[in-house]
């Protein structure tokens, strides 16, 4: 393992005590926090990356790459130069990372050295591995890359529970803003309803309770029914006049807001077909016409 962090340190555990991988070399950039992930994982010789020779980091059949994204194609590039230098067919056989944006191709480097090259996205937060450790299993996991890797990997996660599915490398950045959408720009959005509610005098507590029913319920309603299904409020009913107002009163104490408002609605009156309000504002008003 060469990155053993939150994400890593949990798989290297739950592949431990499923025993389908035994833990080899663990290099991070510190000893002491490779120290910490063999503990947790419970197995491994921990190593500083920098002073982790050719011979210890090549012994391994499958190398996990769990830096952060900006780090693993220097990381790669660095393990394919100094597995160069040993006797061909050495290197090891596998080597996978676990971006959800970058795909196997940041490790391409490494097949000049033999090794099958995969990108492994689990679907999930690590920010808490020793609870994630309990509630792993049916954990989706996207996985594409060379079909000798995705050999060894998908039965490895079956394993441990993971639900596999495939998908395009060339599609990783379009896959991963799906959740960045789903998840950090939700924070985001209940974020601005908070915002919202102050300017109203609702502080962010009672904020948080209010949109808390409504926040499930319409959640429960996606998926019962699917987005546009699901959509209610002024613009689904193609109150015009509501929503204008709305705008124009969150504007007068924040710009950015209504800013973010006009966006959002501008994507809700796709998904409910209706015309565009701004832009319907625009339109001459004719009798029969969509204003
Ligand atoms: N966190 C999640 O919820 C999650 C979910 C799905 C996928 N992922 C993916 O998993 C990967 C790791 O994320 P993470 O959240 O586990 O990160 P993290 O907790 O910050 O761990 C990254 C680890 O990589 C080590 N590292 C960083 N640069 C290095 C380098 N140049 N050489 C050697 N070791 C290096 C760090 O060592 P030091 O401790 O010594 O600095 C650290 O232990 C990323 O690709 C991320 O996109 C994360």
Same mark, same amino acid.
């Given at each position: 393992m060469?990155g053993a962090?939150?994400a890593a340190?949990?798989?290297?555990r739950?592949?431990r005590?499923?025993g389908?991988?035994?833990?080899g070399a663990v290099s991070n950039?510190?000893?002491?926090?490779?120290q910490?992930?063999?503990?947790?994982? +419970?197995?491994g010789v921990?190593s500083e990356?920098g002073a982790?020779?050719?011979?210890?980091?090549?012994?391994a059949?499958?190398?996990?790459?769990?830096v952060t994204d900006?780090?693993i194609?220097?990381v790669?590039q660095?393990?394919?130069?100094?597995?160069?230098v040993?006797?061909?067919g050495?290197?090891?056989a596998v080597?996978?990372?676990?971006?959800g944006?970058?795909?196997?191709?940041s490790l391409a480097?490494?097949?000049?050295?033999?090794?099958?090259?995969?990108s492994?996205?689990?679907v999930?937060?690590?920010?808490?591995p020793?609870?994630l450790?309990?509630s792993?299993?049916s954990?989706p996991?996207?996985?594409?890359?060379d079909a000798?890797?995705l050999?060894?990997?998908e039965?490895?996660l079956?394993r441990?529970?993971a639900?596999?599915?495939r998908?395009d490398?060339?599609?990783k950045?379009?896959?991963?803003a799906?959740a960045?959408?789903?998840?950090?720009?939700l924070v985001?959005?209940?974020?601005?309803a908070?915002?919202?509610y102050?300017?109203?005098?609702i502080d962010?507590?009672?904020a948080?309770?209010?949109?808390r029913?409504l926040?499930r319920?319409?959640l429960?309603n996606?998926?019962a029914h699917?987005s546009?299904?699901a959509?209610?409020?002024p613009?689904a009913? +193609?109150d015009?006049e509501?929503?204008?107002?709305?705008?124009?009163?969150?504007?007068?104490?924040?710009?950015?807001?209504?800013?973010?408002y006009?966006e959002?609605?501008?994507?809700?009156?796709?998904?409910a077909q209706?015309?565009?309000?701004?832009?319907?504002?625009?339109?001459?008003?004719e009798?029969?016409g969509?204003?």
């Amino acid at each position: 393992m060469v990155g053993a962090g939150r994400a890593a340190r949990t798989l290297a555990r739950l592949w431990r005590e499923a025993g389908v991988f035994a833990i080899g070399a663990v290099s991070n950039r510190s000893l002491a926090s490779a120290q910490a992930a063999t503990t947790f994982i +419970g197995s491994g010789v921990p190593s500083e990356f920098g002073a982790l020779d050719a011979r210890a980091s090549a012994s391994a059949q499958v190398v996990m790459i769990g830096v952060t994204d900006s780090e693993i194609e220097g990381v790669a590039q660095q393990l394919a130069t100094r597995w160069s230098v040993l006797e061909a067919g050495s290197a090891p056989a596998v080597v996978f990372h676990l971006s959800g944006a970058l795909p196997a191709q940041s490790l391409a480097g490494l097949r000049s050295v033999g090794a099958a090259v995969a990108s492994l996205h689990p679907v999930t937060s690590f920010a808490d591995p020793a609870a994630l450790l309990v509630s792993f299993a049916s954990t989706p996991c996207a996985l594409e890359g060379d079909a000798a890797a995705l050999a060894v990997l998908e039965p490895a996660l079956a394993r441990i529970g993971a639900k596999v599915f495939r998908i395009d490398g060339n599609s990783k950045l379009a896959y991963h803003a799906g959740a960045v959408f789903a998840s950090n720009y939700l924070v985001c959005l209940l974020d601005a309803a908070t915002q919202a509610y102050a300017q109203a005098g609702i502080d962010a507590v009672e904020a948080l309770a209010l949109a808390r029913p409504l926040i499930r319920q319409t959640l429960e309603n996606v998926f019962a029914h699917g987005s546009a299904a699901a959509l209610s409020g002024p613009i689904a009913r +193609g109150d015009v006049e509501l929503v204008l107002a709305q705008h124009a009163a969150l504007a007068v104490r924040n710009q950015d807001l209504a800013r973010l408002y006009q966006e959002l609605g501008r994507h809700a009156a796709r998904l409910a077909q209706r015309a565009d309000p701004w832009e319907a504002t625009a339109l001459p008003a004719e009798p029969g016409g969509r204003v």
